[in-house]
């Protein structure tokens, strides 16, 4: 592994001689690393916010009495919960911060096609996330992250315009990235890095702005709608008002069902370059898994009403959503077996981003799996608003799109940085946090399955011990995310420096040096070769290099 | 990029055709009013002034995204996008009425308000 000092000229060095200077050098640059690291860490506060309300609901379940909060209370801590994991950190997560940070160094770009229209959604980012949280200072609310009509037009007393407001705005956020990615990667391509060249990240990339783009702007309308039927009473919603309820979870789930896969595909993205660099070999069908995101985003766009099998939909659309729901399998699956095939005869090394990696590959598959149970309406029906049902998307959410966000963060922390952190810190705490995962959720497709509604905060008590054990797990999960933040914190003093390529990958960004130039590249590149070109004996001499204390 | 396409890219309206766009949506403000005030005044089937009136907000849509919104002289990825926002309308449309239809309403309550 190469070493260097850190480049004299990046992106992160100042020449700002004044704290105004300084400010202004980070909160008005263009440059889109430097708003990946204002993304990371905006994004990064709200996850813990939105962890510290998980803790308050996981403290309370712990008996089956309601002996801390109040029902009311309850009821706005798993809101405040659902809105910032869903809004503030899960759909802009890994778009915003690898997405923004990778983009044009991957394709061979100086900067995004809009860098001002860049800064322009971190500032709507955070003000949509100032908007909720005053909200949740004020009182909170009460809807769910669903906001279900008429309860959030017409009855709740909590605050719902401001939380709204909030999700609204940041969806502003959401199409200006989108936009920003979809125009950069058909415009500024490097010269030779045609489409069958990118990295899977780009293609998922893509995939996923592709739904931003598409998706956003119903939940925005939906939501101005409930706003319009709240402050003025007019009818749309509420069926005293002549409105109809069903039209609204009609709308919502339109967009809220592809935001899900707007939450996981850049994560298969981020595995797709983990497995390839820690294998040593090319990703496995490499075009199938480019247009497995592309029939990912487009079906995501037609399975909506399974979030609505017990509304009082039609049972014959209940029946053509569940068949459609079967298809998203396929592309889903074409991927695992895809990975599965690159890691077979490949080079595997167990570095920190690849446990992260292993361990998104099996906690997916128990979540996408999961899925397909709840796509056919007679299981739904059974475990409808169950903890089946949370289980199932913590599965997804937890252990699919934060798996794959951590191993990204651990996988580009040394490009991002310059220094590289402690392997054995990494592997611990991925390894803390895949037994905390599964100690939490696991339990709980168990008590869903017994019939423990989602939402309450009273139970029988035959419950208490699967609760239980889902809270020590919860702890444990605390546990692993809070390790992490200390030692990738101390690497930017301690860490080692990481040169250029740390981890011998392919890819035009671990050709630049770490961390990068402001304008990435000195002279634009031209791309030769196809992406992933590990040498074809790579593996073998990766085998025959090994010796005892090597990394694994 | 292709030098016809890197023209066709940067094409653009001139101001009198947007001020005809412009009186085309005002003459079509007025037939929409007119529309409705002939439902007050005539009887005709609900359907049929429902369609009337979708029909005039369609053309004014249309003649806005083409014009005010550049699709027209854009390049085929942008109207690709346009093309591809509209399947999107199309699927939510399309299945969301499928369920009202296929809902089965109970004879009872008559036909929808």
Redesign the interface.
Known sequence: MATTALPGHNYLQDDASTVGAWFKSWFLTVDHKRIALLYLLSINVFFLLGGLAATVIRVELITPQGDLLSADLYNRAFTLHGIIMVFFFLIPGTPAVLGNFLVPLMIGARDMAFPRLNLFSWYLYMAGGLFALTAAIFGGVDTGWTFYTPFSSTYANSNVILTIAGAFIMGFSSIATGVNF?VTI?TMRAPGMTWFRLPLFIWSSYATS?II???TP?VGITLLLVAIERIWGVGIFDPAL?GDP??FQ??FW?YSHPAVYIMILPGFGVISELIAAFSRKRVFGYEFIAFSSMAIALLG??VW?HHMFVS???V??GL?FSFLTMLVAIPSAIKIFNWTATLYKGSISYRTPMLYALGFMGLFVIGGLTGIFLGIVAIDIHVTDTYFVVAHFHYVMVGGAIMAYLGGIHYWWPKMTGRMYSEVWGGISALIIFVGFNMTFFPQFVVGYLGMPRRYHVYPEEFQVLHVLSSAGATILAIGFIIPIIYLTLSLWTGKEAGNNPWDATGLEWQVSSPPPTHNFLEIPVVTTEAYAYAPDAAEQDAANWRPGSPL | MTHKEHEHAHAHIGPATYYKIFAALMVLMFLTVGAWWVETVVEIPRALGVFIALVIASTKTVLIVLFFMHIKVSSRVVQLYAIAALFGLLFLFVITMGDYIARGWPPQLGPLP
């Open positions: 979809i058909h592709l783009v598409l998706a119903v002549g069903l039209l009609h709308l339109f766009f037609l009403g009082g939909q039609s014959y659309a053509v």
